[in-house]
């Protein structure tokens, strides 16, 4: 059996995400656990899927905690030291719904999901009637936010916020119940768009991108003043930043900004700074810079990876992937309301601004495409791309194990890899050439899909 995807399980909940499923996973759970700590988003299924999932865990004998609706970051804290099952599709449509499980605020591992779906595979019973387990509520979001303004106000002083302005896009999700609260806590004028919670994502789609963004962006260019702007997905674990004309930030440019800050705070000899294969080399410079070093590992998996770090005794100072933070000084979880927090006041420290916090970063043209290659192409597509990739690029350095990965002389560089979740083999690539470079790669790819033998 194989549900889950790279980011816990999530589809349609009549036919995949179904609350006969939610209550197998509760039971798979329950089964391993004293106390299961279950939370959920603004989702219309919500409600029905907490409480499949209650009555799962409860079943196996364990203690269901019902945490309500909180951001899945909020859900992860309240997991330290038990378990945790958050009911959420993320950015995906409102008729979707997903689960994400956690043990003492991690993620689950591929180890641990492969466990949940060899029970979920074979034929469970419920406990005796005397070890069914109870059911209480708890609410941990207070504690949650107010930890995030403790961890934020490390950084900058509320002072230092008082002469900014933050436009803050909730997306009619989860972000609404923290990323303002905590912003106005640290000193920020915080101006909210879409900030009540509604299933139906009433006010833009889940998913923060240029073209959702569009309310958010226009507000933030017409702020006068020292202005950003920050959108969330559905459950406030993404994080897109928008400067004072409108633009977004690239999401790498981020991704060096926090790797940066993280490893000259890091008193480790060597800090480690983990993020994925289609991550910009502008990270690799900024952390090489501020003395740590750069490791990467499969998209969809940091927390495998930041474990694999630290059993082979390594500091991680950073974890990120596009629009997605690791904070693992605040814990070991993807969080969006942290970043919001800290870049934040790493903006109003700076004199200029966001500017003067990226100036110092190599910004070169960046690309992706998606090349459509049907889910039974992609591994003979990708096995015959190990060595089509290379021969194009002769000079290359060639890196095969997350995909085909060319780092060429001057600096650009580019990624090949088949979607975890689309039709897709997808190509990215950074060059002062991109349009050339791209456009080059993906004849390669094109030419393999349409010609590979199943």
């Not at 436009?167 to 989860?174: H, S, T």
């Not at 960046?366 to 889910?375: E, F, I, L, Q, S």
Request: glycine share 8%.
């Amino acid at each position: 059996m194989d549900v889950f995807g790279t980011a816990g399980i999530r589809g349609d909940v009549r036919d995949q995400v179904t609350p006969s499923l939610a209550l197998s996973v509760g039971h798979a759970v329950g089964v391993d656990a004293e106390t299961v700590v279950i939370g959920r988003d603004g989702r219309v299924t919500g409600q029905s899927l907490a409480a499949a999932v209650a009555a799962g865990v409860t079943s196996a004998g364990a203690r269901a905690l019902r945490a309500g609706m909180l951001p899945t970051p909020a859900l992860a804290k309240a997991s330290e030291g038990r378990y945790g099952i958050m009911l959420t599709a993320s950015h995906n449509p409102p008729s979707d719904n997903g689960l994400k499980l956690f043990i003492d605020g991690e993620e689950y591992d591929s180890d641990l999901e492969a466990t949940i779906e060899d029970r979920l595979a074979s034929t469970h019973e419920p406990t005796t009637w005397d070890r069914f387990g109870s059911v209480e509520r708890i609410s941990p979001l207070d504690t949650y936010r107010a930890a995030v303004v403790d961890y934020a106000t490390s950084i900058a002083t509320p002072g230092e916020l008082s002469a900014l302005t933050v436009v803050v896009d909730c997306a009619n999700g989860m972000a609404a119940l923290a990323t303002p609260q905590v912003l106005r806590s640290l000193g920020a004028h915080v101006i909210t768009l879409n900030g009540n919670v509604d299933g139906h994502f009433p006010g833009r789609p889940s998913k923060p991108t240029p073209v959702t963004l569009s309310d958010c962006r226009a507000m933030v260019a017409s702020t006068e003043g020292p202005v950003i702007g920050i959108g969330h997905d559905g459950d406030a674990d993404r994080i897109v930043v928008i400067d004072s004309e409108g633009e977004i930030v690239h999401e790498d440019t981020i991704l060096a900004v926090l790797a940066e800050h993280y490893v000259r705070r890091s008193d480790a000899d060597e800090p480690v700074v983990l993020t994925t294969p289609n991550a910009s080399d502008r990270i690799d410079e900024r952390v090489r810079i501020a003395g740590g070093r750069t490791e990467r590992t499969r998209l969809g998996y940091l927390h495998d990876g930041i474990e694999r770090r630290r059993n082979a005794g390594e500091t991680v100072a950073f974890a990120g992937e596009p629009w997605k933070h690791v904070h693992p000084a605040f814990g070991p979880w993807i969080d969006g309301v942290v970043s919001a927090a800290v870049l934040t006041a790493l903006i109003a420290s700076e004199s200029d601004g966001l500017n003067g916090v990226r100036e110092p970063i190599t910004e070169r043209p960046y690309r992706k495409v998606n090349v459509d290659c049907p889910d039974e192409l992609k591994v003979p597509v990708m096995n015959r791309l190990e060595t089509k990739i290379p021969a194009a690029f002769p000079s290359a350095t060639i890196s095969t194990d997350y995909g085909v990965r060319v780092s060429l002389p001057d600096d650009s560089w580019t990624l090949v890899r088949p979607s975890g979740t689309e039709p897709y083999v997808r190509v990215y690539a950074e060059s002062p050439t991109v349009d050339d470079l791209i456009g080059t790669v993906r004849d390669v790819v094109t030419e393999t899909v349409e010609n590979v033998d199943v």
